[in-house]
């Protein structure tokens, strides 16, 4: 079998389509009997410069459907949401999430809605659609209003670098990033969806209450967003409302390289988001062997199963008590560390990698 992939986020690894397609095409050329998998990238220069917007819809548009149209290929893999509106060859499209569809906050301007609109013409003729979790599959049915055995649930998995980190590389992280000894971390973006002026508000509360390990400190990862906005509001400001600028650090940008010992040294990740198509930090966490609270909604009650503890976002107090619980025991902590990595253990790349071929094949005998 001979498919053809859309590596357009090939060079940005740091985005979740980028991590996705990373991992997933070494994994099916391992597979046995061999997949032949070609790649079709865009031709260089063609993401940068003022018109880097219309090269990508022309790339996915028109491009990638001509490349297919002129080889001997099988199917087509588009491992994001934007498959062409005009498919020349049977074709597979991963959505990971229909946030611009799903949250009013997220739809842009015309152009972006005009794109979204686009895109979901092409995933709604594409033969099969790959969806990471259970939740995205029911967004998927009701908003491009395809049939259900249409959509297939395949969940992503952590790197095999995730694992609990040395001792000496949890000192190196410390140091290159000013973590302290002890510490509760979030790590992700700032956008309104991540919520982390929630999660700010519950430590501020945890704070004040009593029998917490001593120098406890929250670190807040990630590149903190240019502008304070509505849509992405700066959480120093918010730690400031607060009163726990004294006990949170801003780490900035943690590279992918450290992001397993960042996690190995944290006592807890907090990831309070309210929307995910799936959910990557909360499973790599696990993967490293860090206890886990996260929220109760969306995609994220799939990922950590019984191994974590999960809130409503919207509820401060129970944050606050829940990150309460996991600190004060260390027993808990243990046990929590424990069944993360044995819930994280369920997920591989292998496995995505074999039942994505499986979509393959039934694509291309329809």
């Keep these: 079998m001979i498919v053809a992939v859309n590596t357009w986020f090939w060079d940005r690894p740091a985005t979740g389509s980028g991590q996705y397609v990373r991992h997933l095409l070494p994994a099916l050329t391992d597979l046995a009997p061999p997949l032949t998998v070609c790649s079709v990238a865009p031709r260089s220069g063609a993401k940068r410069g003022p018109l880097a917007n219309i090269a990508k819809v022309w790339f996915e548009q028109v491009t990638f459907p001509q490349a297919c149209a002129r080889h001997p290929v099988d199917v087509a893999h588009v491992p994001y949401f934007a498959s062409p509106a005009r498919p020349t060859t049977p074709t597979v499209v991963t959505v990971h999430d229909l946030i611009p569809m799903v949250l009013p906050a997220y739809r842009g301007s015309v152009l972006v809605r005009t794109y979204t609109r686009l895109v979901a013409a092409g995933a709604r003729r594409a033969d099969a659609i790959i969806a990471d979790s259970a939740c995205s599959k029911r967004d998927i049915v009701a908003h491009l209003e395809v049939k259900p055995e249409r959509v297939h649930v395949i969940p992503l998995a952590a790197g095999p670098q995730f694992r609990p980190a040395s001792h000496k590389a949890i000192k190196r992280v410390r140091s290159r990033y000013g973590l302290p000894d002890r ?26 209450q009593e029998h917490l390990p001593a120098g406890l400190r929250l670190v807040i990862a990630g590149r903190l967003p240019s502008a304070d906005t509505d849509f992405a509001p700066d959480p120093q400001r918010v730690a400031a409302e607060v009163d726990i600028t004294d006990t949170v650090v801003f780490s900035g940008w943690v590279d992918e390289a450290d992001k397993p010992a960042v996690y190995s040294g944290a006592d807890l990740l907090v990831f309070p988001s309210t929307y995910e198509g799936f959910g990557l930090p909360v499973l790599e966490a696990m993967a490293c062997g860090t206890p886990v609270v996260t929220s109760s909604v969306s995609s994220l009650p799939e990922v950590v199963g019984d191994a974590g503890l999960t809130v409503a976002p919207d509820d401060a107090d129970g944050l606050a008590q ?19 990595l044995e819930r994280a253990a369920g997920f591989s790349w292998q496995r995505t990698a074999r039942t994505t071929l499986k979509v393959y094949k039934h694509t291309a005998l329809q």
């Design 183 to 208: 510490y509760v971390l979030y790590l992700g973006g700032f956008d309104r969806r991540k919520n982390v002026p929630s999660l700010l508000k519950a430590f501020a509360q945890l704070q004040e």
């Design 322 to 340: 829940a990150m309460a619980a996991v600190l004060r025991d260390e027993d808990r902590r243990h046990a929590m560390r424990e069944a993360g």
